[in-house]
């Protein structure tokens, strides 16, 4: 296994994911409008369905194609600095990313739960068209 020149942005970013969460949460706290811990299994698996369809919209539709130029680029691109190389892996993996808009997505529910579940409900919704439409399109070939 060779070593990457942005291992260090890779620790930093986990670094920093830990830091804001604990203060998030210790911060935060009070101006929650829900528990945390009352989530019914089902809003687990909209919002569950609401992240994976967002991921997905953010790094492979065409829509967002002019967002995510702003942050990538060749990835072998001479003088790109290990932080760009970073953002290049991470706009190239969904799980890495993924991570990014579940606690993007945590947040948005516990200070704006109505407004949150409503956009994930949608998004779970063209996420499970999406899966139909995957599961089809091989039962046709």
């Known amino acids: 296994m060779t070593k990457t020149s942005y291992t260090g942005w890779s620790a930093t970013a986990l670094i920093f994911y830990i830091i804001l969460n604990a203060l998030g949460l210790y911060y ?5 409008h829900i528990n945390a811990t009352n ?4 809003t687990l698996f ?3 369905l609401g992240v994976y369809r967002l991921t997905d919209i953010i790094l492979y539709e ?3 194609e002019p967002v995510r130029n702003i942050f990538i680029h060749e990835e072998h691109a001479k003088g790109q600095s290990s932080f760009q190389k970073f953002i290049n892996q991470l706009f190239s993996c969904n799980s890495c ?10 947040y948005a529910y ?15 919704l063209t996420g499970l068209e ?5 599961v089809v399109n091989k039962l046709e070939k």
């Open 28 to 32: 935060a706290n009070p101006y929650f």
């Open 39 to 42: 989530i019914s299994w089902i």
């Open 46 to 48: 909209i919002l569950g």
């Open 62 to 64: 065409k829509v967002t």
């Open 97 to 106: 990313f993924g991570v990014w808009i579940a606690t993007l997505t945590v």
């Open 110 to 124: 516990l200070f704006f739960p109505i407004a949150t579940f409503i956009i994930m409900l949608i998004m779970a």
């Open 130 to 134: 999406r899966l139909f439409s995957k």
